[in-house]
């Protein structure tokens, strides 16, 4: 079983459907997958789920928020009865999402300083997605957990990066997103440095806490995402810069603390362009499966067909990829 992370600053990149058709690729290849929302805005959920399913969720409680919501109120530990929703005839489940998820901020935000302090406390609360997960996941053969979290440097997302196998950025050729590369990349290492300290003055292991050594695994251009009024040349001289930015500001930082720290997918750094699939994507999103399931009954007719074509030859070589080399 093996944990992915998708992490860039900025919403709004492609990242939630990216990581939905990676999913279902990924199934595709005979994999079992395990989806965890973890962004409160719940957008992973909403490519998954009916309206109607995700209220049964937050009613019957067997959301995100509910496994770790008897630690946020301190009346116990993780919630292990929860059981994530399985999507009908596939291989594919989701732990769903929660709006309510915004809660445990501010419980892993405490939880840090006293895991710092070496204090079990801190641990208990840090570790407990990565418990939940680890627990699950390992129990009912999930090769690949794929997770969506929020755009922040926030407490949750610390706690869910460090207990993740690999991270994947996904990113679009604007200033913003190349400026957030350096941020991320010397925030990424702090945390990994300051969790390998407090781990190592952790003495009563009575439970699994997160390696705390999430690998990069590449990165994901978006192309959909030109605004109006950048003319193509700002564009072009952004995603020009891609390549060597992230060499500066994440894989030479993380090769600084430990070698083992990039994973390069794909001989690069870059796993793949993602193309400007129009109204597909909302189709797509109405009709709760990736654009590659779309089928004429769906509504797809004349020159769609070929991009839905294009879209299962991207995904399935992607995917593959991920199968040989994470
Ligand atoms: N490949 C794509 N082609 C066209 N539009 C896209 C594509 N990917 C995403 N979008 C659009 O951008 C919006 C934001 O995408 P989303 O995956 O939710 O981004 P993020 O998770 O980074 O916030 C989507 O609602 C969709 O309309
Ligand atoms: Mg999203």
Known sequence: MKQLVFFNNKGGVGKTTFIQHLGYALERQGKKILFIDADPQCNLTAYICTDEQIDKFWLSKD???????????????IDTKIVPYQVPGRNIWLLPGDVALGEFEQTL?????????????????????????????????????????GPNLGALNR???????????????????????????????????????ATSRFESKTFPVQNGRPAFAGYVTAHFNIYRKNPTKAWERWNAEIPSRIKRDVVDQLLKI????????????????????????????????????????????????AYVEEC???????????????
């Open 63 to 77: 959301s995100i928020y509910n496994v770790v919501q008897p630690i946020i109120v301190g009346t116990g530990d």
């Open 109 to 149: 935000a405490d939880s840090w300083i006293n895991a710092l302090a070496g204090r079990e406390i801190g641990f208990r609360a840090t570790s407990a997605i990565f418990r939940y997960i680890n627990n699950w996941a390992v129990a009912n053969g999930i090769d690949y957990v794929l997770l969506d979290i």
């Open 258 to 305: 430990d070698k083992n720290l990039v994973v390069p997918l794909n001989g690069g750094y870059s796993i793949g362009d993602m193309k400007n699939y129009h109204s597909l994507v909302p189709l797509s999103q109405d009709k709760l499966k990736p654009i590659f399931e779309l089928t004429s009954k769906d509504g797809v007719v004349g020159g769609h067909v």
């Open 159 to 197: 706690a869910i990066l460090l207990g993740c196998d690999y991270f994947i950025i996904p990113l679009v050729p604007d200033l913003f997103s190349l400026r957030g590369l350096t941020n991320m990349g010397r925030t990424f290492v702090r945390w990994m440095n300051e969790w390998g300290g």
């Open 312 to 326: 299962n030859a991207t995904y399935t070589e992607i995917a593959k990829k991920v199968c040989k080399k994470l």
